[in-house]
């Protein structure tokens, strides 16, 4: 009698433990998500304030300079940071590589490893005529065009894209001379052209290989063909593509909408909403449907870059209402409903991956059995069609009107491999929504710090214009009286601003115990990733710098 009393009784450790080990994995995520959300909003503070110092070789303060140097000036600096990021960025891709010593290869030829600095500057040396060109075109064609244009085109805003469209140029030639480094300079490259050297040449000794006959010719040094550029630009297109609407969306949303009462605003909202969980879903599948194997960086990519973009406009636009209620009141709703939002996805994810894999590519042989009209039996007559051989005796029990059916060995192969895709689709399933929660913790948090430091440096810029919302207290106040109430409004800003951080991590804290509870995979993402940090850090300086071209008068 004792004994089954004990089993009824609730054991209080193990209790404990299943509540405590979910609390401790989301304070364990919320504590490096916050660490590395600083660092990219402190990147983000500083290239703010870049931005309003204007040409600092004119000598004149900003508000003296002229539109299209102003423009140019923050172009440079825009454009000449973002080169070298994306150069830095691609050069990543080299360092787990051995770089060959040398003209020959050889058995005993060593080879050895760069740094993050040396393979910068390997890149660097080729693709430096492409920056220069291009800086060229961008800057020069930003002071021209503004100089020409009439006032009532600023704001279509043409440079913004401009810089868009030559910022995706560098990016992917930075990527075409990466691989060309990697087929001509490094072991594992030189050796993929070896053996395609050795099948067509059997003659060649497989231990030599003359590395000149590999090394592009000088032209190509500097001008890669039009094929090759091609094919890697397509294979950027979805990052290309995911940015120009982001860019798109908060252009019109900026200078073509007006937000005249709170069922406007409400829309935005909602639309900003739908259009960020649209392209997060998006991400997903196209993530899911490549059959290589799964990346975190890519599906942050995708994932990271419109969550900013669009929800640091949606942020500002809470933190500019002049009534506090109202921006009290919309960050607590998006709160909300970011918790039911994350609670229903990590729902929807653990109910596809749980239970075992079903296969959806199989032969037409056994589709076809499986559709015909007739009633198995039970479950387990399918199971001994798994194994191979298959005996006489099971196989018996599978007729179908008097004929037997024998599954071949490529049927068997192709089940067998049908099993395993459907296997690495689940795993791919969980491992991108646990990539998929990181990347918008990191993006809202990096919206919230960069919509503050939009507000603080160019809300009162004389070179940047942000549309005073109706029913503002300042539209009714002189010049004098609006600097006398700067302090009054500074302050009412960062008591709003630190309500959304707040707000935020209650939020994140309480989405990360559900999601732990749910099952999510949160250790299968490295959160220590120095390519994450200086990927999210080129992410906050770009947004700031896109947000600062879109409000500019």
Known sequence: MLFWLRRLLPRPCFVSNAVSQPIRLALETLVLVLRNSLLCIAVGWLFGYCFT?????????????????????????????????????????????????????????????????????????????????????????????????????????????????????????????????????????????QVQASKLNPREPSCYMNLSRHQPRYRQIWMPSLRRFSKVYTRNLPVMFFAIISIVYVHVMSQFVALQGQ???????????????????????LMIAARKPVSRRAMVTLVATPTILVDTQVRMLLLRQSSTNVSVVGSVLLAGFEIVVRAVKSFVVQRKTRGPPIPVDISRRWSSFVNAPFRLASTSQIKPLQVLPVSRTASSKLVRNGTAVRLSRSETARQSKAQREAEQRQLKHRILHAAEIYSDMYAEYIAIGCSYAILFFYRDHPQFQFRLLPGSSLLSKTSDSIEATNTQQNRQLGQLGALQMGTEIIVDFLACVLEAAEGVEFKSFDQNDSFLVYFLAVLAFSNVAISAGLYMR
């Not at 004119?58 to 102003?70: K, T, W």
């Not at 600095?117 to 800086?135: A, D, E, N, Y």
């Not at 406007?264 to 991400?283: D, M």
């Open 263 to 285: 069922w406007e605003i409400l829309g935005f909202a909602s639309t900003s909403i739908a259009l960020k969980l649209a392209l997060q879903e998006f991400a997903k599948a």
């Open 53 to 193: 110092v204007g040409n600092l070789f004119s000598g004149l303060p900003p508000g003296e300079q002229s539109y299209a140097d102003f423009s140019a000036a923050n172009i440079a600096w825009f454009y000449g940071v973002f080169s070298l990021c994306m150069v830095v960025l691609m050069a990543t891709k080299l360092l787990p590589e051995q770089f060959v010593v040398g003209k020959v290869v050889t058995a005993g030829t060593t080879p050895r490893r760069l740094n993050i600095f040396q393979c910068t500057m390997k890149l660097l040396g080729r693709i430096i005529p492409h920056l220069v060109l291009s800086s060229i075109i961008v800057v020069g064609g930003d002071f021209v065009m503004y100089s020409m244009v009439s006032e009532s085109w600023h704001r279509f805003k043409p440079c913004v894209y401009i810089a868009t469209f030559w910022g995706f140029y560098v990016m992917a030639i930075a990527d075409v001379f990466v691989r060309q480094i990697y087929q001509t300079e490094t072991v594992r490259g030189l050796v993929a052209l």
